[in-house]
């Protein structure tokens, strides 16, 4: 596929249909995702993947509440859609390599001070990673939908997956087969897509 088409076609998608996915093509996610660039080449990231049934509903078990589903809630329908998917990679920074390769001697820097950097590269930086899981979905005839785990549910997702202490997931990506229902649509189908007139300014704010 033309990566201008992958660029077009990539979206959130959020149900998917019951055919399984091919685990070379989880590989080739992967392996995109560590090509994704890095301060200092610091590749302060990994990667999570559940893309077995058991593996893939502790997940949820885990970072999801307890939810009446015969209700007829919003967040029940996401839910609902969203377990359908039959992979899930979880995308975790690293800020230790950070901190340790800038106090390496051909960075200058004599210690791991934090305050050094301007934004948290290690975030950034995996969030590229999972980017390129994401346009690697497209390119495979996918679907995939990147998503936030709740603050009061990442304790025991640590817990339940034996996540190190200085690993910290930046959300995760629900990857399948994608479905035409209509219902699996999310804000893009409610919002516009703001156009490069609109927020690209040349020269000068305003410009």
């Given amino acids: 596929m033309e990566f201008r088409e992958v660029v077009r076609r990539r979206r959130m998608v959020r149900k998917y249909d019951d055919r399984p996915v091919d685990p070379a093509v989880v590989d080739r996610m992967l392996e995109h995702a560590v090509h994704a660039p890095s301060a200092g080449f610091s590749q302060g990231w990994a990667f999570l993947r559940l893309d077995s049934p058991d593996d893939v509903d502790r997940f949820w078990r885990v970072t999801t509440p307890e939810v009446d589903w015969s209700a007829p809630l919003t967040l ?22 950070y901190l340790d390769r800038y106090a390496e001697p051909d960075k200058g820097w004599a210690d791991r001070d934090e305050a050094r950097w301007p934004a948290p590269y290690w975030h950034i930086d995996t969030g590229m990673a999972a980017l390129l899981i994401l346009q ?43 479905t035409d229902d209509p219902g699996s649509a999310g804000s893009a189908a409610q919002r516009p897509r703001r156009t490069p007139d609109e927020v690209v300014h040349h020269g000068h704010w305003g410009g």
């Fill in 136 to 178: 690697t979905a497209v390119d495979e005839g996918l679907g995939a939908c990147f998503f936030g785990i709740p603050p009061d549910r990442i304790d025991a997702f640590r817990e339940e997956f034996g996540i190190p202490a200085d690993h910290s997931p930046i959300g995760a990506i629900t990857v399948g087969h994608r």
């Fill in 76 to 97: 029940n329908g996401w839910l609902q859609g969203m377990r359908t998917a039959p992979v899930v990679v979880v995308p975790l920074s690293h800020k230790g390599a």
